[in-house]
């Protein structure tokens, strides 16, 4: 199986930037694709992007269109997201997923702990 830990949250200030890593160890070749997820407090767990391993095809959350930017390193196993113009409301726990790929968490068999964004107004 899959593990999977994220890294790069944190505290900024609305309009700032962060970058998060997720790095994957153990990967088989039922691995395809690695999410992004969030979950804020009190809110559903939400699909942010998806990259496939393979040809890096990606996917995005119509909020992430614009702002965020989801990337792969093969040599690194490591898959990152780019977030930009960060908001107040993009504060959540950051979740990276492993599975068939698609915005339905259902379809993630592995997940990571998460990783913390907090976007001060």
């Known amino acids: 199986q899959v593990q999977l830990v994220e890294s790069g949250g944190g505290l900024v200030q609305a309009g700032g930037s962060l970058r998060l890593s997720c790095v994957a160890s153990?990967?088989?070749?039922?691995?395809?694709?690695i999410g992004w997820f969030r979950q804020g407090s009190g809110k559903e767990r939400e699909f942010v992007a998806a990259?496939?391993?393979?040809?890096?095809?990606?996917y995005y959350a119509d909020f992430a269109k614009g702002r965020f930017a989801i990337s792969r390193d093969d040599a690194k196993n490591t898959v990152y997201l780019q977030m930009n113009s960060l908001k107040p409301e993009d504060t959540a726990l950051y979740y990276c997923?492993?599975?068939?790929?698609?915005?339905?968490?259902?379809?993630?068999?592995?997940w990571g702990q998460g990783t913390q964004v907090t976007v001060s107004s």
């Open positions: 990259i496939t391993w393979s040809v890096g095809d990606t």
């Open positions: 997923a492993e599975g068939l790929g698609g915005s339905f968490s259902r379809s993630y068999d592995s």
């Open positions: 153990g990967r088989t070749f039922s691995s395809y694709a």
